[in-house]
C-alpha cells in the first residue's frame, strides 16, 4: 500500500514538471508573450544643433525602441533616447514604437519635423531621387531607349521600377558635383515583390560620362559598383525591402558604399541593371549620395 502510494506521488509530481517544462515563457525572444498594457510612446523633440536632433521617449519602463524616421527606409531597433541627423531639407513624419513583453508593440507615436536647410556637406546631392512625379523623373536620363522592349524603366509615385529578361539591360543616370579630395556614399531604398533571378542592379559612380546604347562600369571594371543586388553574390533571389546598403550584396571592392572624388568637376550616378528573369522587377526610391567630409 505504501509502495503504490509513493508511486502516485512520484508520478504525479513528475506529470507535473511536465506540465511546467512544457509551457513557454517567452514569445519572440522577449518577456513571457502577455500583451503589454498602458505603454506610452509618445517622445519629445530637441534641436541639438542644425540638422541634428534628440528624441526622447516618455515612459521608458519598456523594452526597447522602435523609430521610423520617415524617410523611406521603416522601423528600426534603437534607443530610448535616439540622436539623429536629418541632412535634407524637407519635412519628415517621425514615429516612435514602444516594444513591451514578448516583443509586442504596446503603444506608436509619431511627431513631424521641418527640416529649413539641408547640410552645406551631407545634403544630398541627386535629384528627384524620391521619383515624386514628371518634374522629378525628368532628371534622370536612359541609356537605352527601349533595347529590344525586355530591359524597361517604368516611373509611377514615388518609385521607379525596372524590369529585364534574356540578359537585356539598361544604365539609368544623372550628373552630380563633386569636389576633390571628399568622400561620397550611396545609398537607397529598394524592394521586389517576387525576387529575382540571375541579375544584377548596381549602382556606380565615375568621372566617365555614360553614352548611348553602350554598359556603364564609371571609370572601372564591371565589379567595382558601390551598391548592388547581385544575384551572384548572394542577394536578390528572395523578395526584398529595405535599403540598398542592407539587402543588397556586399562588394569585396566597395564595402562601405563609397565614391572618393580625385578631382572636382561632374560626375555621373549611374543604375546599372539587367538580366535573365526580374520577373516582377525592382522597383528604388529615395535614392541618395551624401559627402561624408
Known amino acids: 500500500m505504501k509502495r503504490n502510494f509513493l508511486n502516485k506521488i512520484v508520478i504525479g509530481v513528475f506529470a507535473g ?6 509551457t513557454p515563457d517567452r514569445a519572440d525572444g522577449d518577456g513571457n508573450g502577455l500583451t503589454p498594457g498602458n505603454l506610452d510612446a509618445t517622445f519629445a523633440v530637441t534641436e541639438t544643433s542644425a540638422n541634428h536632433y534628440k528624441l526622447t521617449s516618455k515612459d521608458q519602463s519598456y523594452l526597447f525602441s522602435k523609430w521610423d524616421l520617415g524617410d523611406g527606409a521603416g522601423f528600426y531597433k534603437g534607443k530610448m533616447i535616439e540622436d539623429i541627423f536629418l541632412p535634407d531639407a524637407g519635412v519628415y513624419k517621425v514615429q516612435h514604437q514602444a516594444v513591451g513583453q514578448g516583443g509586442i508593440v504596446g503603444a506608436t507615436s509619431s511627431q513631424t519635423i521641418t527640416v529649413t536647410k539641408s547640410d552645406p556637406v551631407a545634403g544630398n546631392l541627386i535629384q528627384g531621387g524620391k521619383f515624386a512625379n514628371a518634374t522629378e ?8 531607349s527601349n533595347p529590344s522592349g525586355n530591359a524597361l524603366w517604368s516611373f509611377t509615385d514615388g518609385k521607379a521600377t525596372f524590369v ?6 539598361n544604365v539609368l543616370y544623372q550628373a552630380v558635383e563633386v569636389v576633390a579630395g571628399r568622400t561620397y556614399k550611396a545609398d537607397a531604398v529598394v524592394s521586389s515583390t517576387s525576387g529575382v533571378a540571375d541579375t544584377w542592379f548596381e549602382i556606380y559612380v565615375g568621372y566617365t560620362k555614360p553614352t548611348p546604347n553602350t554598359d556603364y562600369t564609371g571609370d ?6 558601390l551598391r548592388g ?3 551572384w553574390a548572394g542577394s536578390g533571389s528572395s523578395p526584398f525591402s529595405g535599403k540598398i546598403s542592407n539587402v543588397g550584396s556586399v562588394n569585396s571592392n566597395n564595402t562601405t558604399g ?3 572624388a580625385t578631382k572636382t568637376g561632374t560626375a555621373y550616378f549611374a543604375i546599372r541593371s539587367g538580366g535573365n528573369d526580374l520577373k516582377s522587377g525592382i522597383s528604388i526610391t529615395n535614392v541618395e549620395f551624401r559627402g561624408s567630409n
Request: proline share 0%.
Open 164 to 169: 529585364a529578361s534574356g540578359w537585356d539591360r
Open 137 to 144: 523623373w525628368s532628371k534622370w536620363t536612359m541609356n537605352f
Open 229 to 231: 543586388i547581385n544575384t
Open 258 to 260: 563609397t565614391f572618393k
Open 17 to 22: 514538471s511536465l506540465a511546467i517544462s512544457c
Open 220 to 225: 572601372g571594371a564591371d565589379n567595382t559598383w
